[in-house]
């Protein structure tokens, strides 16, 4: 082989890899999401899905915590399912559009978290719409946020978090929804509407939602923490992972000192930052992608972690549990928002209360371990035989997904823990303090 | 019209380098002048961009705060020097390990019989076949408590009836390095490789033949010749070296911001595109004089000619 070509070849080579580094290199390190689900493997549903759901079996058990930390459960609107006749490559069987809405647009755009949306839904909605669906995804808030202020206008949906939404609304992206199309909203638990980043859920609704709290193996860690305090003590040093995220690190930080998570008293940041430093040398790894992986494989055994990351340690090893700390832990919830410059509102009204409607929502139970904020599709799984097929393949009846998400605290908060818990809102122009504080402490200055 | 071009090798050459050229100014010198406009900007709270004329960012980039005890009115910190440092240092030991791995390999490979080489070099190549990240993800199953190295020292403690504690490897800097230096080595090898292969036998012969032992003819035959392939390798190496910072994240568990970090944090979590614009170009002509130091002292890779 001539050595001048292999040279060049591998010079060719060499250059298009740094190019790739250059600009791939960014973008695979983007924090990712405080709220990635698992891979998805969607469930496949042997028999049509119950006609009717028996409207009676709405009330969660007294005994266990409820979802809503109201007083009175919320019972949402009774629901029949029909069928629509058509099925996905999977063998799901897709209901009919509850109510179904005219539409006139042929595509659908949505920009959405990375493995978020059970294929299901993509298929059963291209299918009983007649609409093609386009979707991107994304791994972070700030990166859609940054794309979307950027030019990417061309998306009917994207899933804002609670913060997000603030700075979306203050950035003019959102537009503001019908609620008369939305008949969708009332499936919902009233503790997940109307919250402080969105008075009257004018821009949004809730998608799933979850917790930033302590989770500790409890083989290798004698002495539980029971609040962010304790994370302090020496004893954990070297043992523990974060999430990558200022806000959430900060923020549980600031709580132990008696502030606000939205604090932009610069004394109390202050503060927040000396105590921070004493707490850094300590943690073995700030991972936001996948840290229940570090957890079953022994590398660290206690610190902050998401609902979705929690759950799926401690499916994997009994002896990790979920601590919701005496400061309160930090509560998150991923929305549905339109933008302003949406090209296809009609479908996207459309996508909103098909997906979102009992007979498919109930899907985000089988992969997606997060807080369902929508009581209807609880109501419906509750009970439920319909035989679906888990991630490893095992088969087991919805009614049984149902208990398993009931029954778990991790997945259903007792009502103390959302009560007491903290929202992390936008901080307008205190976001570059954040940002200088995590540098500060991370370079251990 | 046509018949010009036939004829001129010059309207050829122009009419070739034309789809270059517009990609060269559309995505690198506009990006560039963009950049250096936004980064004398101001940012506004929701992440946007005042257009100004200040060199605030730069400043703050030095280290000069307001942000000082009370009673002093500018003070100084070195958490922006100190982070490009923390890079420095990095690009710096991993090019100089690269050197060291990739120098023996690639004199094996230059000396060894021609039917060889190419399956060598090509073995060589084959990992950059596969993902940038998904190469670390690798030495992070390899790296951690049960990974591939405890697995075998603990099988192997088992053995011999010793107690064994896994070593603590993963998310820490030398973790960070061993990645590094992997990451890159082919960058390394394939430069010097070209330049030892073209060496002349007779060379090594006349510096037998006229006494030099086998250091000094590595110190005055070899060394000099592959300078212009280590040079090349440096700058393969150095340069992305600096903005990578996937590597530290993952491997280095994301304890330490490096100057990578610092950017793409401003973009997107500080919301200041700004001081961000102002780090790049710093970083960028940071490594241009490096660059241009290093190549003028040891040239560009082909001035020694044999």
Not at chain 1, 191 to 217: C, F, K, M, R, S
Not at chain 1, 220 to 236: I, N, Q
Not at chain 2, 32 to 50: D, E, R, Y
Not at chain 2, 135 to 162: F, K, P
Request: charged fraction near 15%.
């Amino acid at each position: 082989m001539n050595r001048t070509i292999l040279f060049k070849l591998s010079a060719a080579l060499m250059a298009l890899s740094i190019l790739l580094t250059a600009c791939g290199g960014g973008q695979a390190a983007t924090p990712p999401p405080a709220t990635q689900p698992p891979a998805a493997t969607v469930p496949a549903t042997q028999p049509p899905p119950a006609a009717t759901q028996p409207p009676a079996a709405t009330q969660p058990p007294a005994a266990q915590a409820t979802v809503a930390a109201t007083a009175a459960p919320y019972v949402p609107p009774a629901f029949t399912s029909k069928p629509s006749g058509k099925s996905t490559a999977d063998g799901f069987n897709c209901p009919e559009p509850n109510p179904r809405l005219p539409v006139t647009s042929k595509e659908l755009n949505l920009f959405v978290w990375t493995q978020y949306i059970p294929q299901d839904f993509y298929e059963c909605f291209e299918k009983v719409y007649g609409i093609n669906i386009n979707y991107t995804e994304y791994s972070s808030n700030e990166e859609m946020d940054a794309k979307v202020l950027n030019g990417a206008t061309n998306y009917d949906l994207v899933q804002p978090t609670d913060y997000t939404v603030t700075l979306m609304i203050h950035q003019g992206l959102l537009q503001k929804l019908d609620h008369s199309q939305l008949p969708v909203l009332a499936n919902f638990d009233p503790t997940y509407l109307n919250l402080a980043y969105d008075p009257g859920n004018q821009y949004t609704i809730p998608y799933e939602n979850g917790t930033d709290a302590i989770v500790v193996n409890t083989a290798a860690v004698k002495d539980v923490p029971k609040s962010w305090a304790d994370l302090w003590k020496p004893e954990y040093k070297g043992q523990m992972v974060f999430a990558d995220d200022s806000r959430a690190v900060i923020g549980l930080t600031l709580l132990t000192l008696g502030f606000d998570v939205n604090t932009t008293d610069k004394n109390q940041l202050d503060q927040a930052k000396q105590k921070l430093a004493q707490l850094t040398p300590g943690i073995k790894k700030y991972d936001s992608d996948s840290p229940h992986s570090d957890l079953l494989s022994g590398d660290v055994s206690l610190g902050e972690t998401w609902t979705g990351e929690a759950f799926m340690a401690q499916q994997a090893m009994s002896s990790i549990q979920f601590i919701y700390p005496t400061e309160g832990s930090i509560l998150w919830q991923d929305n549905w928002a339109m933008l302003k410059t949406a090209p296809h509102p009609d479908a996207a009204y459309a996508w909103l209360n098909y997906t979102m409607q009992p007979d498919m929502f109930w899907m985000m139970l089988t992969n997606f371990p997060y807080t369902n904020p929508n009581t209807a599709a609880l109501a419906y799984a509750k009970g439920n035989p319909m035989q679906v097929t888990d991630v490893n393949g095992n088969s087991t009846t919805l009614g049984d997904v149902y208990n398993t998400y009931i029954n778990s605290p991790i997945t259903n908060p007792p009502a103390d823990a959302i009560k007491n818990g903290h929202r992390i809102d936008d901080v307008g122009a205190a976001t570059a303090l954040y940002d200088q504080i995590w540098t500060e402490v991370k370079s251990g200055q | 019209m046509f018949k010009r071009l036939r004829e001129s090798k010059s309207a050829q050459g122009t009419l070739l380098i034309i789809p270059t050229l517009i990609f060269m100014v559309g995505m690198l010198i506009i990006p560039l002048l963009l950049t250096t406009v936004v980064s004398f900007g101001h940012p506004n709270a929701n992440g946007g961009v005042t257009y100004t004329f200040s060199l605030d960012n730069y400043i703050r980039l030095l280290g000069f705060t307001n942000d000082c005890p009370p009673g002093i009115k500018t003070c100084f910190t070195t958490l922006y020097l100190g982070i490009l440092w923390r890079s420095l240092t990095l690009g710096f030991n991993t090019t100089v390990l690269d050197i060291l791995l990739a120098f023996p390999l690639a004199y094996f490979i230059a000396r060894i019989h021609p039917k060889w080489r190419d399956t060598l070099l090509f073995l060589v190549l084959v990992p950059m076949w596969t993902n940038f990240v998904i190469r670390v993800y690798a030495w992070m199953m390899i790296l951690r408590e049960q990974g591939v190295i405890n697995s075998l020292l603990g099988w192997t403690a088992g053995l011999l009836h010793v107690p064994f504690k896994p070593l603590g490897m993963i998310y820490t800097p030398g973790a960070v390095l061993v990645g590094m230096v992997y990451e890159f080595l082919p960058f390394m090898i394939l430069p010097i490789y070209t330049s030892l292969e073209k060496i002349d036998n007779s060379l090594y012969e006349a510096a037998a033949d006229l006494g030099a032992s086998p250091f000094r003819t590595f110190l005055r035959v070899t060394l000099p010749l592959a300078m212009p392939g280590i040079v090349a390798g440096t700058i393969l190496v150095f340069v992305p070296v600096m903005g990578t910072f996937i590597v530290s994240d993952l491997l280095g568990g994301a304890q330490v911001i490096l100057i990578g970090n610092l950017i793409q944090r401003q973009f997107l979590d500080a919301r200041d595109p700004t001081f961000g614009s102002a780090v790049s170009l710093a970083m960028m002509a940071m490594t241009i004089v490096a660059t241009y130091f290093y190549t003028r002292k040891f040239g560009f890779g082909e001035e020694i000619v044999v």
